[in-house]
């Protein structure tokens, strides 16, 4: 008998918060301008001691102003894709829940886009504007998994494989939404666009709306932690649950506004980056087991890992040229998704 | 008097189901399709009583109601004098344990993992599982003498062991009130008796009062202290197993030809008889 403890929660979150900073590393000395890892270690500790001003500026313009940014933008998107997946499977009772599977980033990057083509018409300040898009996706994507959970119930209760087919039937309905949208825009734009949808972390958000992004994203994730060992008991059944004292109406409430928020945030700067809630969650439940209060904190850290790593290689493959990110993962994660699908019906 | 003897007097009433009926309706201006009438019966501390009857007679429907899950539609049901139903969802836990007909889980589980679970409606905030919480589990586990089974993964443990571990996460809630809804639906014959006499034994030391709900009519006979005989949503009978068992009435309710003996402890033993 191995009980949870502060201190293994600890030893778990920080190995792979080790594994994190190597992979930043790499990430930041990998890329079409070669950097030496010696060069990376001496400027960052020169950074570190506020005397950046010495780093010769194309150094700096790649490494910090370009591949920093844009890898703590993945962490970001990783970390909240990954724990948006881990709370839908609790909250749905599937273990093929993913944002993106189930359509939910789909309706987030509709939102989004709603947002984009509202935002210069209704004459407010740009600052404000900006907060239009994280919002249209956060709303977005709560119809979404509204109107899946509804339409994958059958008398009553949450059906497995009609979750996932309302799932995806609501994810193709919406990109046929999406397009249309599109058709409407001038095709300067639409390129661009078109790139974002199959995720893209090339284009950081600009620094006010990080820090909001990043606050709201501590504040949706804590708030989901609170409910992790209701989660673990909603596992084992909704009438189970109820007779081990979980408040199953707040807890849903929390769970789904929290993981909609998430996945909003996500998509509304990066785009719909696919499979990564399905991938990791799955391989930290392999690595340190099912307990959602491990498993929250750990699988953000490991989705921080998965969407770096798969950026990286988006960037460095072909380059100088860049595939989308979201083609990386889904290369990954869809013969995933179907290994876990046959695993389910044999 | 000792302090103990004042504190559970030989005629303490524990559970007290009085007058309680319900009705399901498809949507509320439609005639109800199933109704429970008025239903009564009282169990003291380390009784058991066993709701009997066939299927769609309204067992499950008494057991929710009983466990406060349904609000009942007239009467009420009071565990030591409170209302079950307007207990919140954590101080009903910490006094009802429900055990289920099946227990399924999405990802694998250990088995002491599960049982900690019990411990769920004591948990405060954020904190982990205490030192007395791992006890706790683990006495649980002694109890249905499951020890062995503590490292093992749930989904790999035989159809008797995992109803005796979720027997063992129900007692590691420290309940007042185990209810059981049809538990040896699953088990063969022996894992059946094997679990109805740890029932019985728990009854007794841990002063449970067990409620079970199941078809088994010489499981129902041979365990329990008092017999709730439904049919069609009627309580028809309720009593010790030596009263309610009588030919005529079973092979109206089971509809089936039957015969009842009293062995020699009272208790009754029914063959059904086949027409062949």
Known sequence: ????????????????????????????????????????????????????????????????????????????????????????????????????????????????????????????????????????????????????????????????????LAGIISASFLSALIMLLMTTLPSSNVRGMAFWLMGDLSTPPPRSLQWFLGVVFFIATGAIYTTAADLNLLLAGEQEAIHLGVDLGRVRLVVYIAASVLTGLAVSVSGAIGYVGLLVPHAIRLLFGGDYRVLLPTTALGGAIAVVIADTLARTVVAPTELSVGAVTAMAGAPFFIYLLRRRLT | MSATAARFPATDVRLSVEQVSYAYAANPSQAPLF???????????????AILGPNASGKSTLLKLISGALAPLSGRVLLNGFPTHSLDPRGRARRIAVVQQESRLLFPARV?????????????????????????????????????????????????????????????????????????????????????????????????????????????????????????????????????????????????????????????????????
Request: charged letters at 15%; glycine letters at 10%; aromatic letters at 6%.
């Open chain 1, 1 to 164: 008998m191995q009980p949870l403890t502060l201190g293994r929660l600890f030893a778990r979150c920080a190995v792979l918060g080790v594994v994190l900073l190597l992979v930043t590393l790499v990430a930041l000395k990998l890329g079409a301008v070669p950097v030496s890892l010696y060069g990376l270690g001496r400027d960052l500790i020169r950074v570190a001691m506020g005397k950046s001003s010495e780093l010769a500026s194309e150094y700096r313009l790649i490494v910090f102003d370009i591949r920093l940014p844009r890898i703590l933008l993945g962490i970001f998107v990783g970390a909240s894709l990954s724990v948006a997946g881990a709370s839908f499977q609790a909250l749905l009772r599937n273990p093929l829940a993913d944002p993106y599977v189930l359509g939910v980033s789909s309706g987030a990057a509709l939102g989004a886009i709603f947002a984009l083509i509202a935002a210069p018409h209704l004459g407010v300040a740009p600052a404000v504007a900006a907060l239009f898009t994280p919002l249209g996706a956060f709303l977005g994507a709560a119809t979404t998994i509204a109107a899946v959970y509804f339409l994958g119930r059958r008398q009553g209760a949450i059906d497995s494989g009609t979750l996932l």
């Open chain 2, 35 to 49: 109704t429970l009438e008025a239903t009564s019966f009282q169990a003291r501390p380390g009784e058991i009583v």
């Open chain 2, 112 to 276: 002491w993992e599960f049982v900690l679970q019990g411990r769920h409606p004591y948990s405060r905030g954020l904190a982990f599982e205490s030192e007395e919480d791992v006890l706790i589990a683990k006495n649980a586990l002694a109890q249905v003498g499951a020890v062995a089974l503590n490292d093992r993964w749930l989904d790999q443990i035989s159809g008797g062991e995992k109803q005796r571990v979720i027997l063992a996460r129900a007692l590691a809630q420290q309940p007042l009130l185990l209810l059981l809804d049809e538990p040896t639906l699953h088990l063969d014959i022996g894992a059946q008796v094997d679990l109805l006499e740890a029932l019985q034994r728990l009854a007794r030391q841990n002063r449970y009062t067990v409620v079970v709900v199941t078809h088994e009519l010489n499981l129902a006979g041979g365990y329990s202290d008092q017999v709730v005989l439904l049919h069609r949503g009627k309580s028809l009978r309720v009593g010790p197993p030596a009263s309610v068992y009588q030919r005529e009435l079973l092979e109206q309710v089971f509809q089936t030809a039957l015969t009842v003996e009293m062995g020699g402890s009272g208790r009754p033993r029914v063959s059904i008889l086949s027409d062949s």
